[in-house]
Nanobody, 123 residues
Framework: HVQLVESGGGSVQTGGSLRLSCAASEAAWNTNCIGWFRQAPGKEREAVAADCRRLEITYYADSVKGRFTISQDNAKRTVWLQMNSLKPEDTAMYYC?????????????????WGQGTQVTVS
């Protein structure tokens, strides 16, 4: 059973920090990449970052480079997204998702499995 569960969202002021967690089932963890996407009201879902464990590569969208850090703990089957220097434009529902080896990390269609999301609000 493939399952991804996000947590850690909340409301913060501009410049604040949050750490999101994505807990993965064993089946989800056995994929190649776990990525974070976000979707603001009225906007398309966009890629934020990804950790591709099998290839030992991490990726970031330009909009979050230098502010967000993705990391993982294999023993806990968890991926974190540390978000610093948050801006109002970071406000969105954040989703984690899992994919195999096919396709670019930042295209949502390449991800087979999705969590339910956690809301981040920056004011």
């Amino acid at each position: 059973h493939v399952q991804l569960v996000e947590s850690g969202g909340g409301s913060v002021q501009t410049g604040g920090s949050l750490r999101l967690s994505c807990a993965a089932s064993e089946a989800a963890w056995n994929t190649n990449c776990i990525g974070w996407f976000r979707q603001a009201p009225g906007k398309e879902r966009e890629a934020v970052a990804a950790d591709c464990r099998r290839l030992e590569i991490t990726y970031y969208a330009d909009s979050v480079k230098g502010r967000f850090t993705i990391s993982q703990d294999n023993a806990k089957r968890t991926v974190w997204l540390q978000m610093n220097s948050l801006k109002p434009e970071d406000t969105a529902m954040y989703y984690c998702a899992a994919k195999g080896f096919s396709g670019p990390w930042n295209e949502r269609g390449n991800y087979n499995y999705w969590g339910q999301g956690t809301q981040v609000t920056v004011s």
